[in-house]
Nanobody, 118 residues
Framework: QVQLVESGGGLVEAGGSLRLSCAAS??????????MGWYRQAPGKQRELVAR???????DYADFVRGRFTISRDTAKNTVYLQMNSLKPEDTAVYYC??????????WGQGTQVTVSS
């Protein structure tokens, strides 16, 4: 079992910044040996991949956030971050932390709301 708890969402003006956190727990899960991802889902839209970081530390971004968002991790804290800069109203969504596969299962956090006002 893996538990993912997101935090850091909120209301921000366009052009502003937020940093999301995803604290992972569960034995023997470690972010150091697993790919982690951030997804988002806006009202009426499908959930979409925002960014991910592999066990080796490689990162990948959706085109719509590349250059504005940065995914990182603190292995000592078993926490993954999403630094979001130059936010736009279209970034408004619920952001979810994801473990795509661990011992045959996929895991999601409960989500954190990000609202960007124009």
């Amino acid at each position: 079992q893996v538990q993912l708890v997101e935090s850091g969402g909120g209301l921000v003006e366009a052009g502003g910044s937020l940093r999301l956190s995803c604290a992972a727990s569960g034995t023997p899960f470690s972010i150091n040996t697993n790919t982690m991802g951030w997804y988002r889902q806006a009202p009426g839209k499908q959930r979409e991949l925002v960014a991910r970081i592999t066990s080796g530390g490689s990162t990948d971004y959706a085109d719509f956030v590349r250059g504005r968002f940065t995914i990182s991790r603190d292995t000592a804290k078993n926490t993954v971050y999403l630094q979001m800069n130059s936010l736009k109203p279209e970034d408004t969504a619920v952001y979810y932390c994801n473990v795509p596969r661990f011992l045959g299962n996929q895991y999601w956090g409960q989500g954190t709301q990000v609202t960007v006002s124009s």
